[in-house]
């Protein structure tokens, strides 16, 4: 088995600074997400990459950029942080079947 | 609009009972997995399904294997660990394994 590790499990950003979230797995993946919960509510795809170098983006890519730096990791930055959001960042990996996730970063922006 | 549509919302059970969780896809879909949410918020996948049913102890799930239009997922003899939020989702032909969610069913479990 294999494990997603996020970091960090919790972040407090201010109102328009710019904040960046890593996730590492070592399931050898070859494809990796990034979704966004807000409370409540389902989950939106950001971003995507299917190999190291590749970026594609989600349903809601406006306000954030990623890096597949190499296959293991994918980041994400918000590159504003709205005042008052809160929501849980989950990263994902694939081998094309199943999904697996990890345990999430917890975004407050004060 | 969203691709997959899931019912109900929310429900309540007392335990022992039986009931079942239903997502409608708005497209063919290739595939579909089931997760449940713990009160942590971490997402656990209960079934990937291709086709066909797959059964994991007192929870079973199907796959509409000719339309590929909507899954189910029972739980049968509910115990009180089966409260939490329970998500379907599915991945479109030709997008691998890129996910579309369903906005959830929160399932409460009461003795």
């Known amino acids: 088995g294999g494990i997603i590790t996020q970091t960090p499990k919790f972040l407090i950003g201010q109102e328009g600074q710019k904040l960046t979230l890593k996730c590492q797995q070592n399931?050898?993946?070859?494809?990796m997400y990034w979704y966004r919960q807000d409370s409540g509510k389902g989950l939106r795809l950001i971003y995507y990459?299917?190999?190291?170098?590749?970026?594609q983006k989600g349903d809601l890519s406006e306000g954030y950029d990623a890096s597949r730096e190499k296959k293991s990791s994918f980041s994400l930055t918000v590159t504003s942080a709205q005042k008052n959001e809160m929501a849980v960042f989950l990263c994902?990996?694939?081998?094309?079947?199943?999904?697996?996730f990890g345990k999430g970063t917890r975004l407050t922006v004060v | 609009g969203d691709q997959v549509e899931q019912s109900p919302s929310a429900l309540s059970l007392h335990e022992g009972t039986d009931s079942a969780l239903r997502c409608n896809f708005t497209?063919?879909?290739?595939?579909v997995q089931w997760f449940r949410q713990n009160s942590r918020g971490s997402l656990i996948s209960l079934f990937y399904?291709?086709?066909?049913t797959k059964e994991n102890g007192r929870l079973k799930s199907a796959f509409d294997s000719k339309e590929r239009r909507y899954s189910t997922l029972h739980i049968r003899d509910a115990q009180l660990e089966d409260s939490g939020t329970y998500f379907c989702?599915?991945?479109?032909?030709?997008?691998?394994?890129?996910?579309?969610f369903g906005k959830g069913a929160k399932l409460t479990v009461s003795p």
């Open positions: 990459s299917i190999t190291e170098n590749d970026l």
């Open positions: 994902a990996s694939s081998m094309d079947t199943e999904v697996f």
């Open positions: 989702a599915a991945a479109q032909q030709g997008t691998g394994s890129k996910l579309s």
């Open positions: 399904l291709a086709s066909g």
């Open positions: 497209t063919t879909m290739r595939s």
């Open positions: 399931f050898n993946h070859d494809t």
